[in-house]
């Protein structure tokens, strides 16, 4: 079968200037102001759309775990649900505590697909958002590509972005990081082509109105990210292609009111509701930014940080990763049918992003996502440009390109079953998961994605560039309908936390009332047991103590002191700690008390997550002992003595206080968390 007309026929070329051959051609401006789009490119669009919703929606209830992040926005959206009351839909709340970190946005949307399921919150409520949000950004991703390149660059940039890992993995997750992305491409899209492809009108004052509407939508999900994230690439793409005349329209100002509307009103509310938010705000955004959040502090040290992002890059952009290079290359050249302010706009998009995130003192991969729609705009052009069936003819070239896949896939595939192999059977004292349980999924995934990378290889050095493509597509497609709900499930089971939180469920409700959290929750316990304590200090209160300003050796010597003080009151007391937690605890505290003449108060562990990892198994202790049989904690009674050993050696320079790890006050777990 012949290939859809959209993608066999020549693309549009460069207009000509009437004057003659010899005047330059004008500034390339987009296809006509209001292009329609063809029947076929229409059809691939459909069909886009409707494996990008079954890929997206697939199997939510299974799959991996959650992850904290994904936890985060689960559980405060159940107790928002609960409450139902005014207060409860402004200020968000976790275990009870005031979660003053991130605007509501992912918690009322994940609310309000649990409403229209008429289920409580749940893992499919949970992931919803995203996976709708999944199907936008494809929609947008089209849409902005086909203005800038055509047809056939957004047929291939829609299908690398629907294929990619990045897409696959984040539409089943429940962090708002993929939501914030879709509105913010939503809004930098429309505000683009709003200025360059339309003339003076009601569609692009509406495609202005859009982009400032969506920025707000995007604030209101996560706050104050697209402040960046959509200003910045802006301001560049204004001042560096001197387009300061695109703001010479009153239309703007009411722009900026429709970017106020979402959010604004929220904030207000919420201040007055909790005006010790304001604290909690300058911690969280902007002391993230110049590392003065204890949680980020280390990173500035560790130089291979700054290239964090450029394998971040290489690994969302999967399988389509080798082409970056000749994408960005490629990007700087001036090409017949590409609009040459486009290209440059996606590029200062991309570049501008990288260089904050670079810059920035607090790094974690997901913080990346926003950056990734230029890069896969880009990369569809490029892609648009390599496999098309009118390429010059490399015979030699292409043989050596199929054997090189041929050979360095499995060898590669060998090398790293290999590889994993050994680093986990020599590490199964951390409680990994049987490597009998792990390889064999992981090998069929493997097989899934070596035979459909040799085939697509095949079929390019066959000459059928297309079914090529759509090899590598159909490939990726099919390794993630096997990876999510086989492999995933194995390798980010969660199992400790689980564990952990059926241990809990346990309790009776009289000593569920005595529980509290040494430094920060881990909400996976709280989400999959729902059994809610709050912090042994309020973070809030903790962080009004000192000004707004966090200090870690203030928030430790804090810590310790109620600490100690619990286990030495009449009144019984249950602590959860994570393992490095209470095993910094248990080998500092008693050498601390015995400098100043005083005894360690005994303390009794009564439940400890009994499978996963052993950085993952949490700890339940108290000042008086479990009515029940203690549980085994030889591996962790040995972990505290090892621990106590260094801290004594030590000596002196090491007098600070019981240390209880970066997290007392409160905040998502950062970069220097287990996860």
Not at 81 to 89: P, Q, T
Not at 296 to 322: K, T
Request: aromatic residues 12%; charged residues 15%.
């Amino acid at each position: 079968m012949d290939a859809p007309a959209v993608l066999t026929t020549p693309r549009e070329a460069a207009p000509t200037d009437p004057a003659g051959p010899g005047t330059p051609p004008p500034p390339l401006i987009c296809p006509p102001p209001h292009p329609r789009i063809s029947g076929a490119a229409a059809a691939w669009l459909a069909a886009l759309l409707g494996w990008t919703t079954l890929l997206s929606f697939f199997h939510l209830q299974g799959g991996a775990g959650f992850e904290p992040t994904d936890a985060w926005v689960a559980q405060t959206a159940r107790e928002m649900a609960e409450r139902g009351d005014l207060r409860g839909w402004v200020v968000p709340t976790f275990c009870g505590e005031v979660r003053a970190q991130k605007s509501p946005g992912p918690y009322w949307a994940v609310v309000l697909a649990a409403k229209l399921r008429g289920t409580p919150v749940d893992e499919v409520a949970t992931r919803i958002p995203n996976a709708i949000a999944a199907v936008l950004l494809v929609v947008t991703v089209f849409w902005l590509t086909r203005r800038i390149a055509g047809d056939r660059a957004a047929i291939f940039a829609g299908l690398a972005t629907s294929s990619c890992a990045m897409l696959l993995y984040w539409s089943h997750r429940g962090a708002s990081d993929l939501g914030v992305t879709t509105l913010m491409t939503i809004a930098l899209a429309a505000l683009w082509v709003g200025s360059e492809c339309e003339p003076p009108g009601r569609r692009q004052v509406a495609l202005w109105l859009l982009g400032y509407f969506a920025a707000g939508l995007a604030m209101l999900y996560k706050m104050p990210m697209p402040l960046v994230c959509i200003g910045l690439p802006a301001l560049l793409y204004v001042l560096l292609l001197n387009r300061w005349r695109i703001l010479a329209s009153g239309w703007h100002l009411v722009g900026l009111l429709l970017f106020l509307l979402p959010w604004l009103p929220w904030a207000v509310a919420f201040v007055q509701f909790e005006p010790r938010a304001l604290f909690k705000w300058r911690v969280e955004f902007f002391d993230r930014f110049t590392g003065d959040l204890p949680n980020v502090a280390e990173q500035q040290s560790d130089w291979r940080l700054y290239f964090l992002y450029l394998g971040a890059a290489f690994v969302f952009a999967l399988p389509y990763s080798l082409s970056i290079p000749q994408t960005i290359v490629n990007a700087f050249r001036r090409r017949a049918e590409l609009h040459r302010r486009g290209a440059w706009f996606l590029l200062i998009w991309l570049l501008s992003l990288l260089a904050f995130f670079t810059a920035a003192s607090g790094k974690e991969t997901r913080y990346f996502l926003p950056a990734m729609p230029p890069l896969l705009m880009l990369l569809g052009i490029e892609l648009a440009r390599f496999f098309d069936p009118q390429r010059r003819p490399t015979p030699a070239l292409d043989r050596l390109g199929l054997r090189s896949v041929w050979l360095l896939v499995p060898a590669g595939i060998a090398a790293g079953f290999y590889g994993l192999h050994h680093a986990w059977t020599k590490n199964t004292q951390l409680g990994l998961p049987p490597w009998s349980e792990v390889w064999p999924p992981l090998a069929v995934a493997a097989a899934i994605f070596a035979l459909g990378a040799m085939l697509s290889a095949w079929l390019y050095s066959h000459r059928r560039e297309h079914a090529s493509f759509g090899a590598l597509v159909g490939t990726m497609w099919a390794t993630w309908l096997w990876a999510w709900p086989q492999v995933m499930p194995v390798l980010v089971s969660q199992a400790a936390f689980k564990d952990f939180a059926a241990q809990l469920r346990e309790l009776p409700l009289e000593q569920r009332a005595g529980l509290q959290q040494i430094a920060q929750q881990d909400p996976r316990i709280i989400w999959y047991s729902d059994v809610r304590f709050g912090r042994l200090l309020d973070p809030l209160e903790l962080l009004e103590r000192q000004g707004g300003r966090r200090n870690l050796a203030f928030e430790k010597e804090h810590y310790a002191r109620r600490m100690i003080a619990a286990l030495e009151g009449k009144q019984p007391v249950l602590l959860v700690a994570s393992p490095q937690d209470y095993i910094e605890f248990q080998a500092i505290a008693p050498v601390e008390l015995a400098r100043e003449g005083r005894a360690m108060p005994p303390s009794y562990v009564w439940r400890v997550a009994r499978v996963g990892r052993l950085d993952h198994r949490y700890v339940l202790f108290g000042n008086h002992a479990p009515p029940s049989p203690a549980p085994d904690t030889a591996w962790l009674e040995a972990r505290v003595e090892k621990a106590r050993r260094a801290y004594e050696e030590r000596g002196e320079q090491a007098r600070t206080p019981v240390a209880l790890g970066s997290n007392a006050a409160g905040g998502d777990p950062g970069p220097s968390s287990p996860e």
